[in-house]
């Protein structure tokens, strides 16, 4: 295994979910995708989704479109230290961050999304940074037990590991939370659980 495939949200109604982020983000089920379940869950999820554009409007083309289409602000977009960006929580619960390392616009504002990037909140940084390096996983950046970001193809959704209090600080959020983390990774030749019981399971082949 050497990439994530696609995310699976598991919602309540995914036919609202599916519109949802095609209003909101024109997403396909090409690496988000969403399926029925009612598994108990309540409070933060332990993952947050982001998507990477390339300039601050671009930000706020897809922050607008998302509070349009039903999205709840938990942070509004903002100038920060490392670039633009806000955050929003779909009428599902996922927890969305839209963000830029662009400082001002340099061409036509657009709606499309440069990288997706899965952001899973973890107890032991560097354990299950170990547990992905097996998997086959190669690490692009690591910031010792902090933050690790693994390396991705194009067309793939990239993988990061922050420590789960961060995580839902980031997302402005609490950092409590119960259940089911209501995603399911695509990715590898096996299903399998990480240390922090987030699912993977193989790609279906078509």
Known sequence: MNSID???????????????YSDAFGLDETRVRVRAADSPTSGFRGFTLSLVVAQPG????????????????????????????GVVQAPDGTVWQIATSAKKDTAPVTRDVDEIVLLLGVEDVKATKRFYVEQGLTVGKSF???YVEFAAGPGTV?????????????AGVAAEGTGSHRLVVSGGS???????????????SH
């Not at 990239?158 to 600080?169: D, E, F, G, N």
């Not at 096996?190 to 193989?202: H, L, N, T, Y």
């Open 6 to 20: 696609a995310i699976t949200l598991e919602v309540a109604d995914p036919e609202a979910a599916a519109r949802f």
């Open 158 to 170: 990239k993988l990061s590991l922050y420590k789960r209090r961060a995580l839902a600080k980031v």
């Open 58 to 85: 671009n930000v706020d083309a897809l922050f607008t479109a998302a509070v349009d289409a039903g999205a709840t602000v938990l942070k509004p977009a903002a100038k920060s230290l490392w670039g633009y960006g």
């Open 144 to 146: 010792g037990g902090k």
């Open 190 to 204: 096996r299903p399998f659980a990480d240390p922090d019981g987030f699912a993977w399971q193989p790609e279906p």
